[in-house]
């Protein structure tokens, strides 16, 4: 075991720990958003994974969770979204603290990773990723304001 | 020691598979579901198999939680109509 | 039969259940041993032709027939939700109203649309080399297609997609996985063998013979499966409606 495969345990352990924690207990402005702390703290995670197993196509998966992680919360947005309108989640701090440890992670492994094709994919994953937990969050406190049934 | 990061992804597979079937309500249960695909794609790579874990992915994370969400607001608006005809 | 009667059943047949999967764990090999008779095996056929990724080689070319069955069991799938979730005589289509959709949420569905639709292309045509394949690509690829829907609304969606087409699209790619299997039946030597085109150079998007072929037919099939089933649900759950409301 390396020090990359301890980080993403501690991130596994400690983080989603905390956010199944979050998704089964409180409200459900608090669930929602604790399943979109969940992709985000697990794709960092992978990226860990990744870069510990020395595999670097495992990074595809990375990949596919930054993409489809905030479509899935959009998902939760749209379809609950008369529900979340009585009740919006207002959770930014959380967004900022685990989008900062995505760019951390991000950062770290491209350092260790070397100016390449695979850093540019490191970085581009890092920009999904973030944007999509922010984006998400944002759709999350109200993006989708009617009660429409479209 | 090399498996502590198995053992503590199999035991957050097991307490989000018992959670989501403990929560009743099936907007919610499909939030645990989400989260349960999520983690269990990190159990199939930490066991190197890479390629289920990107399927249960592709799956689990957007396609699982818009199947049912839509299902469920099918039946509820369907419960609505009769409740208005009534 | 009685509640007291159903409950006997399933114990005894739960029990016996556990009894059996109990005695089969206690023969298997140790967690994380070093001797993998199938797993050696299956990576020398792997390299023998070529094909980087052993799970692509196991799926598309030892085990390509039981891809087959498996390709069977979502078409069919997906042919029972279409006759089920169809329009009855006495429901109708009510048009739905576009939802007031944030700038921020519109703008990143519209740009991630186009990224996760490569991204499924990439996975699809990498499959022989790294992670991923036909099933996978053309999940992400089928899903991408619906930010439409969750960004902006239904109606734009539909504009882009014409479920016949994508019906039509299903049905040629199990045609085509098929026509691959047959002409190594002819070309070849048996049904679906991987004997007929060139192996190509080792760890490039052309080697492994015909397994590039049946991933891309699989990802076709599973991009144009998925987007019917999800049309069916989101029609069901968006316009159509009883009468009398």
Redesign the interface.
């Known amino acids: 075991m390396n020090g990359w495969i301890l980080a993403a345990t501690v991130a596994l352990g400690a983080g989603v720990g905390t956010a199944l924690w979050g998704v089964a207990t409180g409200p459900l402005r608090r669930r929602v958003v604790a399943q979109n702390m969940s992709t985000a703290l697990v794709c960092p995670a992978l990226l860990l994974l990744s870069q510990g197993y020395t595999r670097p196509s495992y990074v595809d998966l990375a990949l596919v969770l930054a993409l489809l992680g905030p479509v899935g919360t959009l998902v939760f947005a749209r379809l609950l979204a008369d529900e979340l309108a009585d009740d919006p989640p207002r959770a930014w701090g959380v967004t900022w603290a685990v989008a900062g440890f995505g760019a951390v992670v991000v950062g770290v492994v491209s350092a260790a990773t070397g100016p390449s094709r695979a850093m540019v994919k490191l970085l581009v994953i890092g920009a999904l990723l973030i944007g999509g937990n922010v984006v998400a969050s944002r759709a999350l406190s109200g993006g989708f304001r009617g009660v429409g049934r479209g | ?5 198995i053992v ?2 199999l035991l ?1 597979v097991g ?2 598979a018992t ?1 989501a079937v ?2 009743r309500d099936p ?2 249960q ?3 579901l ?2 349960l695909g ?2 269990l ?2 159990l199939f ?2 066991l ?1 198999a ?2 289920v ?3 249960q ?3 689990g ?3 699982t ?3 049912l ?6 039946v509820r ?2 419960a609505r ?1 009769k409740g ?2 009534e | 039969m009685s509640r007291r009667v159903r409950l006997w059943l399933v114990a005894v047949g739960g029990g016996a259940l556990a009894a059996l999967l109990v005695a089969a764990c206690l023969d298997l090999p140790a967690f994380g041993g070093a001797r993998h008779p199938y797993g050696d095996r299956a990576v020398r056929e792997a390299l023998a032709r070529h094909t980087a990724n052993t799970v692509a080689s196991v799926n598309f070319d030892q085990r390509a027939f039981d891809t087959l069955g498996e390709m069977t069991i979502l078409f069919a799938a997906v042919l029972g939700c279409v006759v089920l979730l169809r329009q009855t005589r006495d429901e109708h289509r009510a048009r739905p109203e576009p939802e007031p959709v944030a700038l921020p949420v519109r703008r990143y569905a519209l740009v991630v649309l186009p990224v996760a639709l490569l991204t499924g292309l990439y996975v699809v045509a990498h499959g022989q080399l790294s992670p991923g394949g036909g099933f996978q690509g053309g999940v992400v690829a089928a899903t991408s297609l619906h930010l439409l829907y969750l960004g902006a609304d239904y109606r734009a969606l539909e504009r882009i997609r014409p479920v016949g087409l994508y019906e039509v699209g299903d049905a040629l790619a199990v045609s085509a996985y098929l026509v691959t299997g047959i002409a190594g039946l002819i070309g070849g030597s048996a049904f679906l063998a991987n004997t007929l085109l060139p192996y190509g150079t080792f760890n490039t998007l052309s080697s492994g013979g015909t397994v590039p072929l049946l991933n891309a037919a699989i990802g076709m099939e599973v991009a144009c499966a998925v987007v019917v089933l999800l049309a069916r649900f989101l029609d069901q759950a968006v316009e159509i409606e009883e009468e009398g409301k």
């Open positions: 020691m090399a498996d502590a990061v503590v992804v957050l307490a989000t959670t403990a929560v907007a919610r499909a939030l645990v989400s989260v999520v983690v794609a990190v790579t930490v190197q890479p390629d874990g990107l399927s992915l592709a799956v994370s957007a396609l939680p818009l199947l969400l839509l299902t469920v607001r099918k608006r369907r109509g208005r005809q």
